[in-house]
């Protein structure tokens, strides 16, 4: 591939395009009767960035859009072309996205459901955005997608995790790189019955709202096929900061294993008391107590500090995964910015590099095109081995890993270490599946 | 019965927090007559006072190491903290006793960052109504935690206590009662021990000295203690201070607890109002026991044999809302609160 | 029976019995002055008869109807109203706007959904207003803040927004208190003005002898909370228990 | 007199109204969604105006009717019609009912203590409606609409898409007009201008509120409630009703930005954005009328605007210079764009509520003041 020199400071500003709009005239946008919404008509194709840029996420957002910037560098022929080089579809060449340079506009989710709509509308509406992206929850991330259902125009999820993303939420213009709460829990399963015995009693606190519910679901159902029982499942208030008072009683209740279905702050909170606690220190029915995190991040993990070690869970993606794809990208990454991509950086780059090479392949932007393009597309390359997006449902099905607190970090980036990546197969689920039944995915939708 | 000791104890653990702010709060508006906004920025700057002197202790000499590499493939660092150089193991215990260290340093820059607010932004909103002074806070706490967030960024910062301190005792077995029943985090029975010392010293600092004697003389009448000649608002002042620096060492000495972050100040102001209006506005020992009240009554509502019970009746678990719910009732039942002086906002 | 009976009003604050066991009984059309040492309980029992404080026990009764127990509002839209000690006056509103708002609560009740009406095409107000402040010769100062008049117009323009709604009863604390000699002397011409041209009942509490003089025709004397002399002015004048408990410290 | 300037300025507010596609063009908010937004948060600005800017009563519960008011309207699409005009209905009518309740409670108290009872109270029905009320709410996803929803009256729709929210046909997210005009292309959307006819309808409420004798009781609760009391007004009432009025236009605010978008969240409900109604009426001027407007175009527009200028748009503006000076003046302002956009939102409002008690519109009124130097000495009168 071509490997075009570009300064940072060039690059920049090309990717600069519109945003503020100032003395700026807007860009054509919405009814540009080219039968699809915004349908690029210049030299150039807008995409949306939409992460969180304020409140607790901010800087999981910060690394998406690091990695969204890497992504534009390199379809645009600049830098050294990351994982473009392991993919293992050829149609990209570093000259944008069907010969036209691709420029961004960024925003700001707030993790709010009405404020992420509002920045991607403005998106679609001002930018000309023809494809969105990125979030940091999954309240947002089907938020975001029902909106791009509507307007006409592609989303790529970025961080969504629950199991309605692509369940009863799932729409035909949205598609989910990431993995999800079943996927999770049916990769942990297995080594946590390995690791820990198949006679062990399980005590779940689960963040109380839709995610928190569908990723317990999946993780009882998955442990309890292995022969595990579940004590209690509590529900904690989202807005919980202090969570001694629940986790003071699990030790007197028979349970020997500490399930924390939370995410961000929440999580980060509750494995602080239960490890102050001293429940990891303890023997409960002859067995050492355990402390499991169904969904890992490496900021949660920062977080939390010294007490993530020895504490196992699922993630997505790792950078010290060793095949070339993910070779390539913290190569790649590292170079730019200094230190490793978390997991949210590279699923967003994935669906970027994804979202172009399936525009290549389908010879248009027009999201018909593109989620035909996508759908049911296996590939490789990318890390997690071989993938497949499901045409059924829009979800992506790859290997899931799962790791564990390392005992003795090297840096403050090195703080997981995968124990096991879980082949695709083991992680597979029907489409018609309890657990995301109730939705249908409609068809797509290229706007006007 | 060990469930409920467990509860009470994360009760009092909560509610020392709890106390420490809203003894700040109640304090300022008893002397300054100011609703403050801006006071849970205060607990979290003095969270992230510990966050920047653990940084500071931890300023690194960084070396090369030609065997290992990092994850580039370029040689790895090697980090030794100056401060270990220079004083050997007296710098690793200062690295480890960090907590202890922001503490004290903590003090002097609480008390100065709360005279500045109080002498450049607060003053000027005595003669304005609450509402003027609600806002100016609001948006101080606003920028206040906006940066440190450009600082710190908005991912929590784990902060470690002291080897010695870390983990959980056996709090069962002092009291006599069977082994394992109660096992409670050590941090947290320090937090609690360290809260009641504050408050122990600021009620003696108000009843012994002086200083404190026309401090509470012109709390209850103001303009009499101005005509004795005494010069009432430089004492109001420096109580300000002393309240930035009360919340400033309860967020210090939370950061062990839970990592700090830039929004911690926010959650807990809407708690700490609650807690001063169940006190009573304007009472200290209303602050310190309605705190305590309402953190026990909060870890008795999360008890699953609690929310079970709730959710037979067929009701939501009341755990979420529980501390709105006690302030609406003590609203309307009895708005002075619990120690509020009679007449007071009774209208 | 008068417009006013009060029959045996107690009230007591912690330990200090403010009001003790106070009868009182004011003709329709008197002016009534209630007078007394500092801290005889007269405020006290002013903020009895507004619904401002309630009575431990006693009955007060206007116009043949209980008042205790009513709300403030109430006891003004039966034909009560007070001036205060210091003025209660609209201060962000201005003279016409303070004036305006009585001659609504007179006209309309306590609470009237009218919020398509148009205050200033309310002509009938407007005159009301527009009249009683050419009254108090205060026409010129029709559209000034409220907050930025002298201490004197302030009192007057409470005045009139009391006397506006057309009271049957007037309750006035000390309407003179701070004032200039010669202001005292209009206001005790506006008040006796007043109490020709519409037929007003007083209750007036006073330290100013002068006033008290110029305008009671009874006088009702209040010491350590309980009546100890009522009568005549003459009578008030002469009487011994009076001069013992008041008159001797004060000029008469 | 007072007439004819009220009549004036509402002629002149709708031409301005009407033609923002064309007025905020330049500015690069005349995009239809951040247009509606305008609109309907001027709407709820107004409504709060009428509680806070003449009462007085600082509420931070009123996102609480606003989130109401979108989950009534998000069930009506679900349950009868794509038609606004029930949902909007329905929107007023039960955040009407919901504020007569919590105004009950609440207006028991003045003062901080108001404050903060209706803060409980918001945050409460926040809390309820992200879990337990998740049946109602579909909880932190937000209520949506769906393909397999009943809609009683228009259920047939074209299969495997969502119909649009219209009224009587018209759709609320279609374009129909698309000019380019002074080298700006503008859309003309029928959302907006359904907005903008419920904004002007509301500003002409508000002005009659304002001049009406209730609006007088309602400043007068505001300077002096004892004095009102004792002139045989019974305040309770007067208030009650401004605290229902503000929560029913709240309401109607939510119905629309359903409407507009149909999606109903909880994050609606929280009391920081029942604060962010605060900050407009603030920024723009309590208790003026076209101040809660103002105040709302410039936090929506900080918030949609604002925050999407990059480090990559600032290098853009900043291209002509040469390259260190671009990077110090990128340095030097990224901190309060893009991500920081919180930030100098902070920073403005405590600048305003220090300097210019009185809002944008106070500052615009000194300025003209300024500018014109004449009655300069009897606007000072005026003021003392």
Known sequence: ?448 | MDAILLQILNGIDKGSAYALIALGLTLIFGTLGVVNFAHGALFMIGAFVAVTVGKVLEISKITLDPEKTDFLGNPAKIKTPYITEWFGDFGFWLIEWSVLVSVIVAIPIMILIGVIMERGLIKHFYNRPHADQILVTFGLAIVLQEVIKAVYGANPIPQSAPDLLKGSVDFGVMIGMAENSVIYPLWRLVYFCFSVLIIGGVFAFLRFTTFGMVVRAGMADRETVGLLGINIDKRFTIMFGVAAAVAGLAGVMYTPINPPNYHMGMDFLVLSFVVVVVGGMGSLPGAVAAGFLLGILESFASMPLIKDAIAAVGLPSIDQIIIYLIAVIVLLVRPRGLMGKAGMMEE | MGILEVQNVNKRFGGLQALNNVNLSVEQGSVHALIGPNGAGKSTFLNCLIGKLKPDTGSVMFDGKPVLGKKPHEINQLGVSRVFQTPEIFTDLTVFENVMIPCFAHRDGAFKVNAFARVLRDKEIRQQAEHMLEDMGMKDKMSVHAGSLSRGDKRRLEMAMCLVQEPKLLLLDEPTAGMARADTNNTIDLLKHIGESRNITKVIIEHDMHVVFSLATTISVLAQGAIIAEGLPDEIKGHPKVREAYLGEAEV | MNLMKDRLLLIIFAAVVLAAPLIFAPTGAAYPDLLQRFAIYGIFAIGFNILFGLTGYLSFGHAAFLGVGSYSAVWMFKLLSMNIVPALLLSIVIAGAFSLLIGYVSLRRSGIYFSILTLALAQMSYNLAYSVLTPLTNGETGLQLRLDDPRVLDAAGDAGSLPSTNFFGLEMKEVFWNPTIFGYDLQFNWGYYVCAILLIASFWISIRIFRSPFGLMLRAVKTNQTRLNYTGINSRPYTLAAFVISGMFAGLAGGLLASMDPLAGAERMQWTVGGEVVLMVVLGGMGTLIGPILGAVFIKYFENIFSKINDGVLHGWFAIMPEWAENAMVLIISPFVGKGWHLTLGALFMLVVIFLPGGLVDGAKRIGRVVTGANRRAAKVGIE
């Open chain 1, 1 to 448: 591939m071509s490997k075009l020199i570009m300064n940072r400071r060039g690059l920049l500003k090309t990717g600069a395009v519109v945003g503020a709009g100032m003395a700026m005239p807007t860009i054509l946008t919405a009814a540009s009767h080219a039968g699809y919404t915004n349908a690029p008509t210049g030299s150039t194709v807008t995409l949306g960035f939409n992460v969180p840029q304020t409140g607790a996420y901010a800087d999981e957002g910060a690394d998406e859009l690091r990695a969204y910037m890497l992504a534009v560098k390199h379809l645009n022929g600049g830098g050294d072309g990351g994982m473009m080089n392991t993919f293992s579809s050829k149609e990209l060449k570093g000259n944008g996205i069907l010969g036209k340079e691709v420029t961004y506009v960024t925003g700001d989710t707030q993790t709010k459901s009405d404020a992420a709509r509002a920045s991607a509308q403005s998106m679609i509406q001002k930018d000309g955005a023809v494809m969105i992206t990125g979030g940091s929850s999954s309240g947002v991330a089907i938020a975001v997608q029902g909106l791009c259902q509507e307007a006409g125009v592609i989303f790529m999820a970025g961080l969504t995790h629950s199991n309605d993303t692509t369940g009863k939420d799932k729409k035909a213009n949205g598609f989910r790189h990431f993995f999800n709460g079943y996927m999770s829990a049916a990769a942990l399963a297995p080594v946590l019955a390995e690791m820990y015995g198949t006679d062990r009693t399980a005590y779940h606190l689960t963040a109380d709202y839709t995610w928190g519910w569908t990723q317990q679901e999946s993780i009882q159902a998955a442990t309890e096929e292995k022969g595990w029982q579940t004590a209690a499942n509590v529900l904690t208030p989202l807005t919980t900061t202090d969570f001694s008072s629940y986790v003071a009683p699990v030790l007197n209740s028979g349970a020997d294993i500490l399930v924390l279905n939370h995410y961000g702050g929440n999580m980060i909170n509750s494995l602080t008391s239960a490890v102050q606690f001293g429940l990891r220190d303890k023997q409960v029915n002859g067995k050492n107590f355990e402390i499991v995190v169904p969904l890992y991040s490496r900021l949660m993990a920062r977080g939390a500090g010294e007490n993530v070690k020895g504490i196992f869970g699922s993630t997505n993606w790792h950078w010290s995964l060793q095949d070339e794809g993910s070779k390539a990208f913290v190569q790649s990454f590292g170079q730019e910015y200094g230190f490793p991509p978390s997991q949210a950086a590279h699923t967003v780059y994935c669906q970027t590099l994804l979202y172009a090479d399936a525009c290549e392949r389908a010879g248009t932007h027009n999201p018909c095109g593109v989620a035909e393009a996508l759908e049911g597309f296996t590939f490789s390359g990318l890390g997690n081995g071989d993938v497949e997006y499901r045409a059924e449902d829009h979800q992506c099905f790859k290997d899931v890993l799962v790791v564990k607190g390392k005992e003795n970090p090297t840096s403050e980036f090195d703080l997981l270490e995968v124990v096991q990546v879980t082949p695709r197969a083991q992680v597979e689920y029907a489409v018609d599946h309890p657990m995301f039944a109730g939705g249908a995915l409609g068809s797509c939708n290229p706007g006007s």
